[in-house]
């Protein structure tokens, strides 16, 4: 299976300081995203990765892919209270193949 | 814009009754149209997708079945209900390889 695999589960951390949460996946792919899931509510996509990129940034958001690892990290800087939520990763493989999402991590910011 | 609809927000059905949970775009044509379905704490399970009308693929063999009638609608049936189809699912679309998922606002459902 490709699915992606987060790591930490659940990540607690005070208001201001940096998340990281890791990703890893077991075959090859074209790209690697990653989603945000508050409680309750539909997932809201943060991040595209391309296979042939190594980083990427969108705002506070930073993703680094490294392919020959099979592993992809997403940095929230300079966290808030309204970053807590669940963070997926999710790949896709050859062809038109429909992503594939790890269980996420729970990541809780605290004010 | 494009926008993507589901509903009923929560749904409780008792075992052995039908299923029908609808999902309508808009603001684009010929989406990729997917089904999740997501335990609790748990991360998103495939169940059904379609790359075009009448064209359903389907990942898990159960009880659910999928149907594409118009291009912009995506219906999740059931004759049957069981307590294991209880689940938070999740509809989406995407434009195909490279984009990212628009992802509905989930149906709540327990089956009871």
């Known amino acids: 299976s490709q699915q992606g695999e987060e790591d930490p589960q659940a990540l607690s951390i005070q208001e201001g300081e940096n998340a990281t949460m890791n990703c890893s996946y077991k075959?090859?792919?074209?790209?690697l995203q990653w989603y945000r899931q508050n409680s309750g509510r539909g997932l809201v996509h943060l991040i595209l990765i391309r296979s042939n990129e190594r980083e990427k940034h969108s705002g506070r958001l930073r993703v680094t892919l490294d392919t020959s690892k099979k592993s992809s990290s997403l940095l929230i800087t300079a966290s808030r209270a309204a970053d807590t939520a669940s963070y997926f990763c999710a790949t896709d493989g050859p062809g038109n193949t429909p992503l594939v999402f790890g269980k996420g991590t729970r990541l809780s910011v605290i004010a | 814009s494009q926008t993507i609809h589901q509903w009923p927000a929560t749904l409780v059905q008792p075992v052995g009754s039908p299923l029908s949970l609808e999902c309508t775009v808009e603001?684009?044509?010929?989406?990729?149209l997917y089904w999740y379905r997501q335990a609790a704490g748990r991360g998103l399970q495939l169940l059904f997708y379609s790359v075009g009308i009448g064209q359903i693929s389907s990942e898990v063999p159960q009880n659910l079945s999928a149907s594409r009638p118009q291009d912009r609608q995506f219906i999740l049936s059931s004759k049957k209900l069981l307590l294991s189809d209880s689940g938070f699912y999740l509809c989406a679309f995407s434009y195909g390889v490279g984009y990212g998922y628009t992802f509905g606002s989930g149906t709540r459902l327990t089956v009871v």
């Open positions: 603001g684009t044509s010929n989406p990729n």
């Open positions: 075959t090859s792919i074209n790209n």
